[in-house]
């Protein structure tokens, strides 16, 4: 496809303004730029069908089947939009006095309701704005509850080998050791491992249940009481609550903090950096040490609440991406509870049917009933020298969007699949039929999936100098 400025004729012009009717203000010549913009010289219809065409390129979850593993695409109701665009809640501003803004703060402090029941905590604070935000910001919490103890002997945050990445990165950003263990033959926590490692210098441990192979942690308990015994908090995960969102609760597991991805499980569609909303839930005991402001109730008025003495202090600008939460609360007033637990219900049931049927085409490692996703690896296929990356490209070819490739880290050539959970059977069955279709083609051409894709606009990257290198602005000679 061709560039607005590839397309440009000199002397084509689209909408001519009208001759000026007042006055001309001469600035100072210093702000004057010396030579005119060089911009595109197209017509009203070039733009028109350049921007049209441009849209068509762009796969969303709009289009098309996204089985992204471990970046859930929930169903994202556009109703929500609508509600986030009211002008109440999309033209007010953060500096307003907040008598003129009591529905918003209502709004956030009924979320923050809404996300304790759901995650059985006992305070929330709206703030982070994404998943990894809310990881720093809640093993922070721990750090300043470590502190306030006046326990500085506590640098080490234990993370399992099937963690997302950003677990260590939160773990080291807020100064600890990050201590990893391995996942036992069934793809859990290896508890004899935690064992071994758990003890005075135990800050806490991060863990993500279900965690990234779709399992749910049967030990869930005797691993909280194992941390907890030694000292340490025990952080959750919520990336992957959707799977058991309206069926168990993190805070009856034995976490002490929390963070949900509200962009990932409460409706607001995710990728391509944002924008998302990361809160935080703690205990009781940790409730003093959340970011300020946070918002309270007396009587029918709510106020800011800047006044905690052992807050790890501020986190965000202003009170988080609020149009987030806006999206969040609409979803789960819409949803209710039986909504909310049915949609987990139809995640799990959702993946449960793939993950059975594309086990007979492709080995699935840890194939025990999972929950929202599962994990299938391409070594079937390695004798033909097809790698899971070249499965995924030739996926496109077919309108599918790639599902997640080489994470976890503990499996080999996997790929991970993540049905949202409004997908109907017949969606499904479409992408049975598609796998089969490449397996059988990987062993009969398998130079075709090596070159795949071959439909796309864009033929194969090279992924690492399209990530470190990329091309972001037209140029000209």
């Known amino acids: 496809m061709e560039l607005i400025f590839e397309i440009s004729k000199k002397g084509r012009r689209g909408f001519i303004p009208p001759k000026m009717d007042v006055k ?53 109701p556009k109703l929500n939009e609508r509600v986030a665009s009211f002008p109440g809640f999309s033209e007010i501003h953060p500096y307003q006095d907040q008598k003129t803004i009591q529905g918003a703060l209502e709004l956030m402090y009924e979320l923050e309701e809404a996300l304790k029941k759901i995650t059985g905590m006992d305070a929330m604070t709206l703030q982070p704005a994404a998943g990894a935000h809310g990881e720093y910001t809640g093993i922070a919490i721990i750090r300043q509850y470590h502190r306030s103890r006046r326990d500085f002997k506590r640098d080490e945050i234990i993370v399992p080998d099937s963690a997302h990445g950003t677990n260590p990165a939160s773990s080291a950003m807020n100064g600890f050791k990050v201590i990893e263990i391995k996942s036992d033959d069934h793809g859990m926590v290896d508890v004899n491992e935690l064992k071994k490692v758990v003890g005075p210098h135990t800050a806490g441990m991060m863990l993500t249940n279900p965690n990234t192979l779709g399992i749910f942690e049967e030990n869930i308990l005797e691993i909280a009481k194992t941390v907890h015994d030694a000292g340490g908090l025990m952080y959750y995960d919520g990336a992957n609550l959707n799977a058991i969102m309206g069926q168990v609760r993190p805070g009856d597991m034995g976490f002490d903090v929390v963070h949900l991805n509200l962009h990932k499980t409460f409706s607001t569609p995710h990728g391509m950096g944002g924008p998302g909303s990361g809160p935080v839930g703690v205990k009781e005991f940790l409730k003093d040490f959340l970011p300020v402001p946070r918002v309270v109730k007396k009587k029918d008025k709510y106020a800011l609440d800047y006044s905690s003495k052992k807050t790890i202090g501020r986190v965000r600008s202003f009170y988080g991406n609020f149009t987030v939460l806006v999206k969040a609360y609409a979803y789960i007033l819409t949803m209710g509870e039986e909504g909310i637990k049915r949609a987990s ?14 086990s007979k085409l492709l080995e699935v490692p840890h194939n025990s009933i999972c929950m929202h996703e599962f994990v299938a690896s391409t070594t079937p296929l390695q004798d ?77 990257l090279d992924d690492t100098r399209a990530a470190r290198y990329p091309v972001l602005r037209w140029k000209s000679e």
Do not use: Q, W
């Open 384 to 460: 033909k020298g097809i790698k899971a990356l070249d499965v995924v490209k030739r996926m496109l070819d077919y309108g599918i969007h790639p599902p997640t490739v080489y994470f976890p880290l503990i499996v080999h050539e996997d790929i991970m699949v993540e049905p949202t959970e409004t997908e109907s059977k017949d969606t499904l069955d479409r992408f049975i039929e598609i796998v089969k279709e490449i397996v059988e083609e990987a062993k009969k051409d398998p130079e075709n999936l090596k070159t795949a894709p071959h439909t796309t606009p864009v033929r194969r």
């Open 24 to 76: 001309p203000y001469k600035i100072n010549s210093k702000f004057a730029r010396k030579n005119a913009p060089k911009l595109p010289e197209v017509t009203e219809g070039d733009v028109v069908r350049h921007y049209t065409n441009l849209s068509r390129l762009n796969y969303a979850v709009d289009t098309g089947f996204y089985p992204l593993g471990s970046c859930t695409m929930k169903y994202n």
């Open 345 to 358: 219900e139809m995640a799990v049931l959702n993946a449960n049917y793939l993950r059975v049927a594309i």
